[in-house]
């Protein structure tokens, strides 16, 4: 009777191949998944940028408020200001010392 038995470097080639095949759908997978990060940091950006332009918008139209509230030629106009008939105001004495004096 005769077995007929494979030859061995065949296994070897098959393991081969099969490790080689792993490694292609592992990578495959691998591709995919970064794909679809660098397709979600593309849309995060998107809005972000558009939320920083209504930030903006919004800062520039507080900004014109304040300067017509400040260049306003009625200073009553910015609130509830009262104009003092008899202000008072801080005195600050300045003593001057040097370092020859000591």
């Known amino acids: 009777m005769t077995f007929i038995q ?5 296994s070897v080639l098959n393991k081969i191949l099969m490790l080689f095949g792993l490694f292609t759908v592992l990578s495959s ?9 660098g397709v979600n940091l593309d849309h995060e950006l998107s809005s ?5 332009s ?34 008072e105001y801080v005195e600050v004495r300045q003593t ?3 370092a020859s004096d000591y």
């Open 6 to 10: 494979p030859h061995k470097d065949k």
């Open 29 to 37: 997978v691998w591709l995919v998944v970064l794909y679809n990060k």
């Open 48 to 52: 972000m940028k558009s939320e920083f």
């Open 54 to 87: 209504d930030i903006q918008a919004q800062n520039l139209a507080i900004k014109s408020k304040i300067f017509d509230l400040i260049n306003s030629p009625d200073p009553s106009s910015i609130g509830d200001l009262v104009q003092e008939k008899n202000p």
């Open 96 to 98: 001057w010392s040097f």
